[in-house]
């Protein structure tokens, strides 16, 4: 597998680098496996079939760069993409020049011009929009399209159900723009929620009155639910970038990415002493210290420090796992490494956040959240390197 480098990281200011972790001045390492996400939208794609398997790219694909993750994605089959803004749509278009792209967020007034120059098509949520659409395209000459998005329990974005029936005289009088019509499920990772059964109803029943329409309900999570689900495509996010879309089981995905920071010293604790904001660790015994180079200003959360009778995150360091002491500084954290041998570790070494069998998941637990929220949060600082089977250019 060869180590390749995106010669324009999309929307980050993030280096990246052939020999990061060789780079002196890499004061952390996050390397993005694409193979992983190709065999994870693969897994995803044999479960679905016949449905096509859309990928989801929105937050810069869940901050592991929007550019060669689409590339990645398009060359393995994938037709269809699904991003939250047109920034992110540009971004899109500019790795997959035939590629379906979709925006969630919909459009403003006044926006369709920049539809149409990338060619790409709001998902329409409210009457409101949908006629400013409209306006535009019989102005325009526009013919691209949309998606309209239909409200069956989310209470987020959608047309209302009696609004969607409203809009069926003009999909049986042909000629009505509308590529795609969709809903989104609340509690997909749940499958035995009561409203996943709601939800499924009531856009079958709207769904099956928009004639010659695809339509899509299903997330990552609804592609383990019953085939009822997955209609004609299913969008999936989260799953491809190796978070668990089926929580009560085993993760049936490849992870993706590795988080590897910068030791930048050991230091020697008395017992007794404290460490950290706040003091809240004591060390109970005298401690060996490894400073590295990540807080929570990378996205590596302040609720996964620890304190005296709480258990922190573990780090890996020279292969074994070890416990955070004390509390997640802006840039720094302390890794009790006092159980590793001696000159184990040494001012320059890398301690590995995610990976060596650390994952997304496990650290969304000490963080008190969900696998997304951390692989979003990914600070700026980190240098970015992308590992492919293919060499690309």
């Known amino acids: 597998m060869n180590v390749v480098t995106d010669p324009k990281p999309p929307e980050t200011d993030a280096v990246t680098s052939t020999s990061a972790e060789q780079d002196a001045a890499a004061t952390g390492v996050l390397t993005i496996d694409l193979d992983a996400i190709v065999a994870n939208w693969r897994t995803l794609e044999?479960?679905?079939?016949p449905a096509e398997c859309a990928a989801?790219?929105?937050?810069?694909?869940?901050?592991?760069?929007?550019?060669?993750?689409?590339?990645?994605?398009?060359?393995?089959?994938?037709?269809?993409?699904?991003?939250?803004?047109?920034?992110?749509?540009?971004?899109?278009?500019?790795?997959?020049?035939?590629?379906?792209?979709?925006?969630?967020?919909?459009?403003?007034?006044?926006s369709g011009a920049h539809f149409a120059e990338i060619d790409c098509k709001p998902v329409i949520g409210d009457l409101n929009e949908l006629a400013e659409w409209?306006?535009?395209?019989?102005?325009?000459?526009?013919?691209?399209?949309?998606?309209?998005?239909?409200?069956?329990?989310?209470?987020?974005?959608?047309?209302?159900?009696?609004?969607?029936?409203?809009?069926?005289?003009?999909?049986?009088?042909?000629?009505?723009?509308?590529?795609?019509?969709?809903?989104?499920l609340a509690c997909a990772e749940t499958p035995q929620h009561p409203l996943n059964g709601r939800q499924v109803a009531s856009f079958r029943e709207i769904a099956s009155q928009y004639a010659n329409v695809p339509a899509s309900l299903a997330n990552s999570s609804g592609c383990f639910l019953e085939p009822q689900f997955q209609f004609?495509?299913?969008?999936?996010?989260?799953?491809?970038?190796?978070?668990?879309?089926?929580?009560?089981?085993?993760?049936?995905?490849?992870?993706?990415v590795e988080l590897k920071v910068r030791i930048i010293q050991v230091r020697d604790v008395a017992r007794g002493d404290s460490v950290g904001y706040g003091a809240t660790w004591t060390a109970r015994r005298p401690t060996r210290l490894a400073i590295a180079a990540a807080g929570y200003a990378d996205g590596y959360f302040r609720a996964a420090g620890g304190a005296d009778g709480v258990r922190s995150?573990?780090?890996?360091?020279?292969?074994?796992?070890?416990?955070?002491?004390?509390?997640?500084s802006m840039?720094?954290?302390?890794?009790?490494?006092?159980?590793?041998?001696?000159?184990?570790?040494?001012?320059?070494?890398?301690?590995?956040?995610?990976?060596?069998?650390?994952?997304?998941?496990?650290?969304?637990?000490?963080?008190?959240?969900?696998?997304?929220?951390?692989?979003?949060?990914?600070g700026r600082r980190f240098t970015r390197v992308y590992k492919s089977g293919e060499t690309t250019s």
Do not use: Q
Not at 138 to 160: C, K, P
Not at 232 to 256: F, S
Not at 313 to 323: M, N
């Open 134 to 184: 409209d306006m535009f395209c019989r102005r325009s000459g526009w013919t691209g399209g949309a998606a309209v998005h239909i409200d069956t329990g989310m209470n987020r974005l959608g047309l209302s159900l009696a609004d969607a029936e409203g809009l069926v005289p003009r999909i049986n009088a042909g000629n009505h723009g509308i590529t795609l019509v969709m809903s989104h």
């Open 232 to 256: 004609d495509l299913v969008r999936t996010g989260a799953a491809l970038y190796g978070v668990n879309p089926t929580p009560e089981a085993a993760n049936p995905m490849r992870p993706v």
């Open 46 to 49: 044999s479960r679905v079939l």
């Open 313 to 328: 995150a573990e780090v890996i360091v020279a292969g074994r796992r070890c416990p955070i002491a004390g509390r997640i």
């Open 331 to 378: 840039d720094l954290m302390a890794i009790d490494i006092t159980d590793l041998p001696d000159k184990a570790v040494r001012r320059g070494h890398m301690a590995t956040l995610i990976g060596d069998g650390v994952t997304v998941d496990e650290l969304a637990h000490h963080f008190g959240t969900i696998g997304y929220e951390v692989l979003t949060s990914f």
């Open 56 to 110: 989801v790219v929105k937050a810069n694909a869940y901050g592991c760069g929007t550019e060669p993750v689409v590339r990645a994605l398009a060359a393995a089959g994938c037709k269809t993409f699904f991003v939250a803004t047109l920034g992110e749509a540009r971004a899109a278009r500019a790795a997959a020049r035939s590629a379906t792209i979709y925006v969630l967020d919909g459009c403003f007034p006044n």
